[in-house]
T-cell receptor
Framework: ETGVTQTPRHLVMGMTNKKSLKCEQHLGHNAMYWYKQSAKKPLELMFVYNFKEQTENNSVPSRFSPECPNSSHLFLHLHTLQPEDSALYLC?????????????????FGEGSRLTVL | GNSVTQMEGPVTLSEEAFLTINCTYTATGYPSLFWYVQYPGEGLQLLLKATKADDKGSNKGFEATYRKETTSFHLEKGSVQVSDSAVYFCALIHYNAGNMLTFGGGTRLMVKP
């Protein structure tokens, strides 16, 4: 139990569907992240939110739409996805701007949402 | 920019064998270095870290030493167990470069009884 909860754990959707992934953290962190983990590819950072403001969008297609209503919740809205978007989507949180030592830089990950696009 | 290079897997070992997973990095200055582990069906979790040159991070029998002269942070364990089977990610963060973690590609370890 890392304190970061993702739902659903598994999702199958068609290319015309609209669905959302949810992430919730109970750690009091101020930064939240979406990562994409595909088979045989490096971990890809998608979005970063710091104090509810998006600070990083790593050239992600617009069919992925993040939402961060508060520092504890992060959503990833999915619309007209492609089969190549099938992957494990990982949410993480951290304290930003911590100096080295202590919790500096440590990300706390959820267990991921396994997405299959048919 | 910053980058992390890990040995490609899978690494297959017998129980009680010695483990080394190589990791080298490219970064200016003095980044902090991390090893994360991902067990089957789970997200990543921090295994150990080192924040300055010659520091040794250790946890659960795993160790890694921050070597500035060779820009390396190799992960070692003296005697692996089946339960150590997982994917291991080396990562760095540079506090003068946006505070973002840069991950290596991951190395899958399979330990056979």
């Amino acid at each position: 139990e890392t304190g970061v909860t993702q739902t659903p754990r598994h999702l199958v959707m068609g290319m015309t569907n609209k669905k959302s992934l949810k992430c919730e953290q109970h750690l009091g962190h101020n930064a939240m992240y979406w990562y994409k983990q595909s088979a045989k590819k490096p971990l890809e950072l998608m979005f970063v939110y710091n104090f509810k403001e998006q600070t990083e969008n790593n050239s992600v297609p617009s069919r992925f739409s993040p939402e961060c209503p508060n520092s504890s919740h992060l959503f990833l809205h999915l619309h007209t996805l492609q089969p190549e978007d099938s992957a494990l989507y990982l949410c993480a949180s951290s304290h930003p701007n911590k100096a080295s030592g202590g919790l500096g830089g440590e990300l706390f990950f959820g267990e991921g949402s396994r997405l299959t696009v048919l | 920019g910053n980058s992390v290079t890990q040995m490609e897997g899978p690494v297959t070992l017998s129980e009680e064998a010695f483990l080394t997973i190589n990791c080298t990095y490219t970064a200016t200055g003095y980044p902090s270095l991390f090893w994360y582990v991902q067990y089957p069906g789970e997200g990543l979790q921090l295994l150990l870290k080192a924040t300055k040159a010659d520091d040794k991070g250790s946890n659960k029998g795993f160790e890694a030493t921050y070597r500035k002269e060779t820009t390396s942070f190799h992960l070692e364990k003296g005697s692996v167990q089946v339960s150590d089977s997982a994917v291991y990610f080396c990562a760095l963060i540079h506090y003068n470069a946006g505070n973002m973690l840069t991950f290596g590609g991951g190395t899958r370890l399979m330990v056979k009884p």
